[in-house]
């Protein structure tokens, strides 16, 4: 059994920043990557950020430049530094640990933050 925790949400002004954290609890094995996704209403979900375990990031282009993934593998946490927010940022964020086998890839998720930028 997998949870994860995420805290940081909230808002945010035009041009502002915030941190989100994610921490993964239970029994994980064979961690492959964590990273952020984004739901905005009436849109699909969207990749934001991931991070492998050995540290390759990857960003979506709307965020380059502007948002930092980063993680601490030993406790299992993920962080996503958002500066020069933008009201296109809101969104409901959600936390992704996905753990791949061979042969076998498992996606766990997190309920889920409210961003929301004023313009």
């Known amino acids: 059994q997998v949870q994860l925790v995420e805290s940081g949400g909230g808002l945010v002004q035009f041009g502002g920043s915030l941190n989100l954290s994610c921490a993964a609890s239970?029994?994980?094995?064979?961690?492959?990557?964590m990273g952020w996704y984004r739901q905005a209403p009436e849109k699909q979900r969207e990749l934001v950020a991931t991070?492998?375990?050995?540290?390759?990031?990857n960003y979506a282009d709307s965020v380059k430049g502007r948002f930092t993934i980063s993680r601490d593998n030993a406790k299992n946490t993920v962080f996503l530094q958002m500066n020069s927010l933008k009201p296109e940022d809101t969104a409901v964020y959600y936390c992704?640990?996905?753990?791949?086998?061979?042969?076998?890839?498992?996606?766990?998720w997190g309920q889920g933050t409210q961003v929301t930028v004023s313009s």
């Open positions: 991070i492998t375990s050995g540290g390759i990031s």
């Open positions: 992704n640990l996905a753990t791949m086998r061979p042969g076998f890839k498992r996606d766990y």
């Open positions: 239970g029994s994980i094995f064979a961690i492959a990557a």
